[in-house]
């Protein structure tokens, strides 16, 4: 599926629209280049699980985790992380197997370990059709 957003608050609206969808044990694996709106999709899609508190992403942290929406958040971001090993100190399979919803931003540096099963999201940018222009692509992977 692609979709084509205007604004942040149609990217954020995306972002809601499958939080309200999404069910236990998902995995989001979300690549864009910086700038792009990985972050208002997040916050989105967090919102649309119910959870209320500001969401950001977990630069130094690896993973934060958030529980009190319909199912828990565990958002990554990997964009910092010097090697693929560091996941597993953060716990990163029992995280993406689990009954919560993962978010893991710059998916695309951890390849290798993503789930066989998981949502990928694309955002891009396309400057030709306007600053805050996205498109967006969802795809479900199977593998």
Do not use: C
């Not at 996941?87 to 390849?111: H, K, N, P, Q, T």
């Amino acid at each position: 599926m692609v979709l084509e957003t205007r604004s942040p608050e149609e990217t954020f609206r995306v972002g809601m629209r499958l939080g309200e969808e999404a069910y236990p044990g998902q995995v989001f694996a979300l690549t864009g280049d910086l700038g792009v709106g990985k972050t208002v999709f997040t916050q989105g899609l967090a919102k649309g699980l119910g959870i209320d508190e500001p969401v950001s992403s977990p630069t130094f942290t690896i993973v934060q985790v958030y529980d009190e929406g319909r199912l828990p958040f565990y958002h990554f971001d990997v964009y910092r992380i010097g090697d693929v090993e560091e996941m597993d100190e953060v716990g990163f399979e029992d995280y993406v197997l689990g009954e919560g919803v993962s978010m893991i931003e710059w998916a695309d540096l951890i390849r290798e370990i993503l789930p066989g099963k998981r949502t990928e999201v694309i955002i891009e940018k396309d400057l030709e059709k306007g600053f805050d222009y996205r498109k967006i692509t969802i795809n479900e992977i199977r593998a």
